[in-house]
């Protein structure tokens, strides 16, 4: 019997802020888990990035993408088994995205909840960018240049990777099968990691610039992690009890503890039942610094050795580049714009 084909992932996250354990926990890591049993790329989304415009920062943005690019790798993607690029080096993205951009209703865009919350907190006297209307748009172009069958990402993704596969859908009506459906995938646990100053706010870099003990950044100084999750907001009570409703803040330090440790609920209710806050908040601590200091180290020497690093930017980029290419000639062709 003929092999199956592997089933092909792709993912991205946006160069907007410095990556924090819940774009570790609902994105990287599920990609790593599935490296080998997938065919994945992944990429660094810096177009995207120009929409917010804090992020348009001259050369500060390229070495804020070198960063993820080499936090990927550290976190251990290992580029033998996954392509690794940065959108911007691909210009079918761009593209692409713009005639994704003329397939998609404006009402669908209006709709979007990040355009809502991000227009609404975005300086409106600079004026909001086009860009941030049409995100999805250029994000449908990400996804469907490559064919993918899964898009992993967290829970606040899956509203853009829905719409993708409704403009897939229009797209497909109006010129004909072209792009494949994808399908979203999403971790049962993690997919939504809560602040730690707040568990009522999902866990976000643009959060993280203005509040210090909001986030857990990867690169962080390990001193700053252990205090930022010993300060974690949990409730009044004095420890856990799952007999109990646990508050969310509660939780939150369960689901971070059980995603670095591999542990199940139930082996975290036999571990912390009864036990004080402190007892929890500095077993988090442990796990979240034990992983944390194995990423550094690797990160440190990835990018101690430059050459290396874009060696692979290169042979990444153009392994994204041979299949996006002719992805990008069956659209034109379909649109009418090529024969
Ligand atoms: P942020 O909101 O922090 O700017 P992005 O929107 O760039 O992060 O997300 C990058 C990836 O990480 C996406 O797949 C996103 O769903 C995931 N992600 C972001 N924040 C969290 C979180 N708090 N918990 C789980 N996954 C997250
Ligand atoms: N919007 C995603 C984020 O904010 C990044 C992204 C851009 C993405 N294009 C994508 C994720 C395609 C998955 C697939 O992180």
């Not at 748009?137 to 829905?162: C, F, M, R, S, T």
């Not at 986030?215 to 100084?221: F, H």
């Not at 205090?227 to 330090?253: C, H, Q, W, Y």
């Amino acid at each position: 019997m003929a092999a199956q084909a592997k089933k092909r992932v792709l993912s991205g996250i946006t160069a907007t802020g410095r990556l924090h354990i819940g774009n570790y926990i609902g994105a990287i890591s599920q990609w790593v888990d599935n490296q080998a049993v997938y065919e994945n790329l992944l990429f660094v989304a810096d177009l995207h990035a120009l929409t917010i415009p804090q992020a348009v920062a001259g050369q500060d943005l390229r070495a804020r993408v070198e960063e993820i690019f080499a936090l990927y790798l550290a976190c251990g993607i290992d580029p033998e088994q996954s392509t690794l690029f940065v959108q911007s080096d691909i210009v079918e993205h761009a593209e692409l995205g713009w005639i994704m951009t003329c397939t998609t209703p404006v009402s669908w865009l209006e709709r979007m909840t990040q355009f809502k919350t991000k227009g609404k907190i975005a300086d409106v006297d600079t004026g909001v960018g086009a860009g941030l209307l049409c995100y999805p748009a250029l994000q449908a172009a990400d996804i469907l240049l490559y064919d993918p069958d899964l898009v992993p990402v967290g829970e606040d993704q899956k509203q853009h990777v829905e719409i993708t596969r409704d403009i897939a859908k229009r797209f497909n009506t109006l010129f004909g099968d072209t792009f494949k459906i994808p399908d979203v995938v999403i971790r049962q646990a993690g997919g939504r990691i809560m602040g730690l100053d707040d568990p009522t706010a999902k866990m976000s870099k643009s959060t993280a610039e203005r509040a210090p003990g909001h986030a857990i950044g990867l690169l962080d100084p390990l001193d700053k992690a252990r205090k930022s999750i010993m300060r974690a907001v949990t409730d009044s009570n004095s420890g856990v009890d799952f007999a109990t409703e646990l508050a969310p803040g509660v939780t939150n330090l369960l689901t971070i503890f059980e995603c670095f440790t591999g542990t199940s609920r139930d082996q975290s209710a036999a571990r912390f039942d009864g036990a004080g806050y402190g007892k929890l908040k500095s077993d988090v601590a442990d796990a979240v610094i034990g992983r944390l200091t194995e990423i550094q180290q690797r990160y440190r020497e990835i990018t101690d050795d430059r050459d290396q690093l874009n060696k692979l930017l290169t042979q990444g980029a153009e392994r994204a580049r041979s299949i996006a290419g002719p992805k990008l000639a069956q659209a034109y062709r379909a649109t009418g714009l090529r024969s």
